[in-house]
């Protein structure tokens, strides 16, 4: 819990941590099984608006996430900024360990899916910065 001063503390941190790897567990686990079917091939018209649609999911799982991260805290603009920070550079993170693990592509892809799971990375990782500054105050 923040302290009288409303400032994050290690808890904090730990906690939004935790959340951003459980969100890159749950959209890798998605990639890596559902990809070769859900992921549509780079530059088609309807894979734009496809990805885009993820994009707005990984927004909404983001904003559910804080949603549940602010129960035990209060509504503060360094915890939104804290939440968002942690969260998307631990999956950043985690990505980059793929990428350079799996030697620049993403696990069960073919390649003409490469770009559109790279473009879906970038926007979510923009989507889960900006999602706790989404949530009203409370009170």
Known sequence: MCSQHLEPTREDVCSALAYGVGIWG???TIIVVGGPILVPATGSTVGIGVTALYVLGALLVSYLAY????LRRPDTLLLRLVFGTTAAA???ILDAVTYAVCA????ALSNSQQGSVAFFL???YGAM???PHLRRRRG
């Open 129 to 131: 910065l900006l999602a």
């Open 90 to 92: 631990s999956g950043l």
């Open 104 to 107: 620049g592509r993403y696990p």
């Open 26 to 28: 749950l959209a890798t």
């Open 67 to 70: 949603s549940v991260y602010r």
């Open 122 to 124: 970038v926007a979510a």
